[in-house]
T-cell receptor
Framework: DQQVKQNSPSLSVQEGRISILNCDYT??????FLWYKKYPAEGPTFLIS?????DKNEDGRFTVFLNKSAKHLSLHIVPSQPGDSAVYFC???????????FGQGTELSVKP | EAGVAQSPRYKIIEKRQSVAFWCNPI?????LYWYQQILGQGPKLLIQ????????DSQLPKDRFSAERLKGVDSTLKIQPAKLEDSAVYLC????????????FGPGTRLTVT
């Protein structure tokens, strides 16, 4: 049972444009959502998060939007840079940290 | 601040053999996690430790996998005997506490079972 889904395995964007990565979830008990970024041969690194009591969180070029009614979140990167090329995972948690449920990941390629 | 350390980085074994992975978390982090990441999938939690006690091992295949965290610092994950489907990257992560959302991951150990 895939509780967190990233339906796009890959995304290609031109440098300077917006990248939008999407994530859907099925469990309404999730109350915290995170995005991780992963480069080849490295572990995932935390990027940005959002609590279920909010619908938007912004950190520099990165903004995460949460639509609870649709059980959908998205990560916007503006403007996209070649260094943003990586695999992005969304993850969800219930009740105060600990176990994270990850999506399958979306590979972003930002072309110069 | 030193990150999460893992060794070895790569391991190739034959099925039915045994293998062990080591993890040293960030200093002061009480919570340690082992994840399994199969190619094309996201990381899946195998076991979570709070200090040297197990918090969640519901997805650990206990007939072949075991993990320990002696003295609440380093941890080892063992597979005995290995199966072909165990081929994956094994990631160790740590966080300040069990209620800390942000987890810091090590580089992982890539296991290939032939």
């Amino acid at each position: 049972d895939q509780q967190v889904k990233q339906n796009s395995p890959s995304l290609s964007v031109q440098e300077g444009r917006i990248s939008i990565l999407n994530c859907d979830y099925t469990n309404s008990m999730f109350d915290y959502f995170l995005w991780y970024k992963k480069y080849p041969a490295e572990g995932p690194t935390f990027l940005i998060s959002i609590s279920s009591i909010k619908d938007k969180n912004e950190d520099g070029r990165f903004t995460v939007f949460l639509n609870k009614s649709a059980k959908h979140l998205s990560l916007h990167i503006v403007p996209s840079q070649p260094g943003d090329s990586a695999v992005y995972f969304c993850a969800a948690s219930i009740g105060g940290g600990g176990k994270l449920i990850f999506g399958q990941g979306t590979e972003l390629s930002v072309k110069p | 601040e030193a990150g999460v350390a893992q060794s070895p980085r790569y391991k190739i074994i034959e099925k039915r053999q045994s293998v062990a992975f080591w993890c040293n978390p960030i200093s002061g982090h009480a919570t340690l996690y082992w994840y399994q990441q199969i190619l094309g999938q996201g990381p899946k939690l195998l076991i979570q430790f709070q200090n040297n006690g197990v918090v969640d091992d519901s997805q650990l295949p206990k007939d072949r996998f075991s993990a320990e965290r002696l003295k609440g610092v380093d941890s080892t994950l063992k597979i005995q005997p290995a199966k072909l489907e165990d081929s994956a990257v094994y990631l160790c992560a740590s966080s300040l506490g069990s209620r800390s959302y942000e987890q810091y991951f090590g580089p992982g150990t890539r296991l290939t079972v032939t």
